[in-house]
């Protein structure tokens, strides 16, 4: 099956951290910008970061010196580490993998996943 999958949200305390995956399956992510994007109730959605192809890392203002993208081609997988972490951080946490770029890293892209929820919470 073709698909990204997402894990690694979860319940945590302000300060907190944790480690998004974003995992595909059946392609291989190495030819594929991989962006990071989040969605709150009532807000609109938004990239917080981006990993190009070649190994170049974006970050929204917001979250740059607490969240770091990486990306191991050769496990298939790019991780969001979150450190830091906020009430406002909270939202679902979406991975998304494209060819054109960064830029284009959206819910219509080559590639979607399902969403993995993030509660930063005391």
């Known amino acids: 099956q073709v698909q990204l999958v997402e894990s690694g949200g979860g319940l945590v305390q302000p300060g907190g951290s944790l480690r998004l995956s974003c995992a595909a399956s059946g392609f291989t992510l190495d030819y594929y910008h991989i962006g990071w994007l989040r969605q709150a109730p009532g807000k609109e959605r938004e990239r917080v970061s981006c990993?190009?192809?070649?190994?170049?890392?974006h970050y929204i203002e917001s979250v740059k010196g607490r969240f770091t993208i990486s990306r191991d081609n050769a496990g298939n997988t790019v991780y969001l580490q979150m450190n830091g972490l906020k009430p406002e951080d909270t939202a679902v946490y979406y991975c998304a993998a494209d060819l054109r770029g960064c830029a284009y890293t959206d819910y219509d892209s080559d590639y979607w996943g399902q969403g993995t929820q993030v509660t930063v919470s005391s």
């Open positions: 990993i190009t192809n070649d190994g170049s890392t």
